[in-house]
């Protein structure tokens, strides 16, 4: 990004920040915020409300947030599960980042139980597996055996890996199991299918064949862009290590949010009035038809919640009621087997009294709105940083700083405090980045940020 596009998108993102923030509030009293609208009594809910419940006539920038929650399921007995282990062996991972791998492919063997199934799939250059086979005592046995055997050698040939996997939960699905691939690298494809449009062509073929695939990068030699994107067209999670020894924690995490799952195939769609033009999803990839713009969300665990940030502007004629959006969630039910879907209506109060647009603004989704705006500005840094431009991706962090004490003016500073601290990190991070390593940290640090901060928060370890 040259310098003056760079200018042109923080002034663009500050123009927008300044309506979100709101107008000088009046002295006399108004009518208070009015609340997010809830829906859903099935596997999910989902709670949706307006930055901007009272707009002026004219044109206005608006920003719909969505919460999506997986019900919590307290005590309830854990799914079984299908899954394929997928675990890098290039030499790249040769030594510690190899043995911590096979300690955290033990431990997840011992928290199968003998309805699980599991099959183990490793890759270089070539790649071998081990059959699915179902978690009985002695089958846990053999599997352990198999693990210690796993030795690094060659490249990285990550799409030999999935289309492995593919086969052996191809093999042991039943008609009601949960089918899941974790996939473990920590380097770029060398070999075989290197190209990221065909990797991402398979991934979504198999989850198309209800695969879920998570994706977990070690260290930082990873394409996070890649690895995410295998997440996300996966509807699985995405996660980064910089320490192997945390692997066991997180494959353990991956396995309770496959084996609690309540929800697959999970669909946001807004419905626009022609009055309502789209400018954007925040961080998230998205389908539109006419008036109709449809997010593709990850399958959904017990407790498990996903925000979505839509940026609209409104166009306002006379004062009253006026449409913004209906807000349709679709997904399948897996307690109860079938279809679901969830329906709701945003309006927002047309006025010609600027304190009342003030007074009625919300000031979570104001806050949700800048931490997603910021999150867009991550994104450049990150871009910035890992060509070297160190002082633009620190501008854009300062810039974020600036963002989100005005919405802590709006919502309250301590709503803010913590987005303050992480801003502060990733400043220590870039100024500490001093070599490509350092480098590979920060820009691996900062995307894992911005995932959760456009709202992938139960999708982002």
Do not use: C
Request: cysteine-free.
């Amino acid at each position: 990004m040259n310098k003056t596009v760079a200018l042109v998108s923080l002034a663009a993102t500050l123009a927008v920040a300044a309506v979100l923030w709101g107008l000088p509030r009046g002295p006399e009293p108004l009518p208070l915020p009015p609340p997010p609208v809830s829906t859903g009594s099935g596997a999910l809910t989902m709670t949706a409300r307006l930055s901007h419940p009272a707009i002026l006539p004219g044109q206005n920038e608006v920003f719909v947030t969505v919460d999506v929650t997986g019900v919590e399921v307290p005590g309830a007995r854990r799914s079984p599960v299908n899954l394929a282990l997928v675990i890098d062996r290039s030499s790249s991972m040769s030594g510690y980042k190899l043995q911590q791998a096979r300690q955290a492919a033990r431990h997840l063997v011992g928290q199968l139980g003998p309805d699980d199934r599991l099959a183990l799939v490793h890759y270089g250059s070539d790649v071998q597996s081990l059959p699915s086979l179902a978690a009985t005592p002695d089958n846990r046995e053999r599997m352990l055996q198999y693990i210690d055997g796993i030795w690094d050698d060659g490249g990285t040939n990550i799409g030999a890996g999935l289309q492995m996997a593919r086969a052996r939960v191809a093999e042991a699905r039943t008609s009601s199991s949960i089918n899941r691939i974790i996939l473990l690298s920590d380097g770029q494809p060398t070999e075989g299918m290197a190209e990221p449009e065909d990797l991402i062509r398979l991934v979504r073929d198999l989850r198309a064949e209800g695969i879920t695939v998570s994706a977990i990068g070690v260290g930082t030699d990873f394409d996070e862009d890649l690895m995410q994107g295998f997440a996300e067209y996966g509807a699985g999670a995405y996660g980064f290590l910089e320490d192997a020894s945390q692997l066991a924690s997180l494959f353990q995490r991956d396995l309770r949010q496959a084996s609690t799952s309540v929800a697959r195939g999970v669909r946001l769609s807004f419905t626009l009035p022609e009055s309502v033009r789209l400018e954007g999803v925040l961080g998230y990839h998205f389908q539109q038809q006419g008036r109709r713009v449809t997010v593709p969300l990850p399958d959904f665990s017990s407790g498990q919640m996903e925000r979505v940030v839509a940026h609209v502007t409104v166009s306002a004629g006379s004062e009253g009621a006026l449409d913004v959006a209906g807000v349709t969630l679709e997904y399948q039910d897996l307690r109860e087997g079938a279809p679901a879907r969830h329906d709701t209506r945003l309006q927002a109060h047309v006025t010609s009294q600027p304190q009342e647009v003030t007074a009625r603004q919300d000031k979570d989704a104001t806050v949700y709105a800048t931490r997603a705006l910021s999150a867009q500005n991550l994104e450049r840094s990150m871009e910035a940083i890992s060509a070297g431009r160190r002082k633009e991706a620190m501008g854009y962090v300062r810039q974020n700083q600036a963002l989100l004490q005005q919405a802590g003016l709006v919502a309250s500073p301590a709503a803010v405090a913590a987005d303050l601290a992480e801003q502060e990190e990733v400043l220590r991070d870039y100024e500490g980045a001093d070599d490509a390593e350092a480098v590979g940290i920060a820009v691996k640090r900062t995307k894992r940020k911005s995932l959760k901060g456009f709202g992938r928060l139960g999708s982002t370890y």
